[in-house]
């Protein structure tokens, strides 16, 4: 296949808006949807001049299928308009992002680096711009009254992730193996500590976790692909079950001797009143989007609980929040029974074609790292549909991907079970 030859204009545009990418989901997220519809109009205008790389089938299938299945479910849903409105947006993420993903793999070496320096700039931009928060003794609390875990949350998320992509060039330069571990364990130190400074748990530990099914993949690549294709789906398909009987209210005072922080007990809470709801009406689901015009989002819990000091605290929270804080949860609540297969095919797929594809191990590591902190970021802490969450990730997947060879290291063998 020719690779796409960008105009001048198309490559100065892609180029500040991967540079961007960062700085923006730190200072402003939403502006991160607008970084992908450029990039997916971009490559849908290249597709019609020139044929793009093929992504596989099945993946793209059930990427489309979800937001689909979700326009279906406004037939039934408790607030059909929503549930209409919201299986469009998605869709047309979903779309714009195939065809960034597409057009990334179709591109030139030279402008592959390009967008590649682009990215490393501004993702060093982006911790810079949490640092000055940092050193400034928080001025973000003062003027916008929210805490830099709160402020900067989604900047630390996609920065998380935006650490693989960066990583793995640094792995494939042409240095020597201890100036290439030098310079990947500064960075991961300087991500880690910032991550650290902003308090934003979620990042810090879907990064962690990554790093450890990295290691894993690395060094024992048959049984951690054998493990993650059977736990994870596995996961998907229970996690209602242990939502229902786990976190029933008697036992969170319990889980409040080790966990102290008020926003993950709430998050107990909801996921098993969301639970019990699914198990109301299992097959066909309220509709997507239907979490937010639930009734439960208008009754109240009073609930208490022991800080760190051992001091008790009194709280009244929403019994459903806007979204479950939960991926797994919110499929199967909005999109039912045939929504939850969507997912867990989904969650399979796309550890089959990280492991079974004819990446080197490196990539492959690298793959199953940021496929890690991808899926811990989904299930604890944000909603399935928000937009600013699926462009960021759609950006950092099409870069990602573009850095993937395609082709076998010698002597490495594609593992099948």
């Avoid at 970084?35 to 205008?45: F, H, N």
């Avoid at 019609?48 to 089938?57: E, M, W, Y």
């Avoid at 992002?97 to 931009?125: D, N």
């Avoid at 308090?199 to 048959?222: E, H, M």
Wanted: with cysteine.
């Amino acid at each position: 296949m020719t690779p796409v030859v960008l105009s001048s204009c198309a490559r100065r545009l892609l180029t500040g808006i991967i540079f961007l990418f960062i700085p923006l989901s730190v200072m402003a997220p939403h502006g991160v949807v607008w970084e992908i519809i450029i990039a997916g109009l971009t490559g849908l205008y290249y597709s019609r001049k020139q044929p793009l790389a093929d992504l596989p089938k099945p993946l793209t299938s059930l990427l489309l299928l979800i937001p689909l299945w979700g326009l279906v479910t406004a037939v039934w849903s408790t607030h059909p308009l929503s549930s209409l409105v919201m299986g469009l947006k998605i869709l047309g993420l979903v779309v714009l992002g195939l065809y960034w993903c597409r057009l990334t793999l179709s591109l030139p070496k030279a402008i592959q680096k390009s967008f590649i320096h682009a990215l490393i700039g501004g993702l060093l931009l982006g911790i810079f711009f949490l640092l000055i928060d940092v050193w400034s003794g928080h001025l973000w609390q003062t003027f916008w009254k929210k805490s830099s875990a709160k402020a900067f949350a989604q900047g630390s998320l996609l920065i998380s992730l935006a650490s693989w992509p960066t990583l793995l060039w640094i792995l494939q330069r042409p240095y020597s193996l201890r100036l290439r571990l030098s310079l990947g364990i500064c960075l991961l130190f300087s991500v880690f500590w910032t991550l650290l400074q902003i308090d934003c748990d979620t990042s810090f530990i879907g990064l962690f976790l990554g790093f450890c099914v990295f290691s894993g993949t690395f060094l024992l690549p048959r049984l951690a692909s054998r493990g993650m294709r059977l736990f994870i789906p596995l996961f998907v398909i229970c996690f209602p079950l242990i939502s229902l009987h786990a976190f029933k209210p008697d036992y969170i005072p319990t889980y409040n001797a080790y966990i102290h922080s008020p926003s993950y007990l709430d998050r107990l809470y909801i996921w098993h009143d969301v639970a019990t709801s699914i198990f109301e009406h299992p097959w066909r689901g309220i509709g997507m989007d239907g979490t937010h015009y639930h009734e439960n989002t208008h009754v109240m819990r009073d609930w208490s609980y022991i800080d760190e000091k051992g001091k008790t605290h009194q709280h009244q929270t929403a019994r459903f929040s806007m979204h479950p804080h939960n991926a797994i949860l919110q499929l199967w609540l909005e999109l039912g029974f045939i929504g939850m297969i969507l997912g867990t095919l989904l969650t399979y797929q796309t550890l089959f074609h990280i492991y079974h594809s004819h990446l080197r191990l490196i990539e492959k590591a690298i793959g199953a790292g940021l496929f890690t902190g991808t899926f811990l970021v989904v299930w604890v802490s944000l909603g399935f549909w928000q937009n600013w969450w699926i462009s960021g990730l759609w950006m950092i997947i099409g870069l990602t991907i573009m850095m993937f060879k395609g082709q076998k290291e010698t002597n490495e063998t594609v593992y099948h079970s």
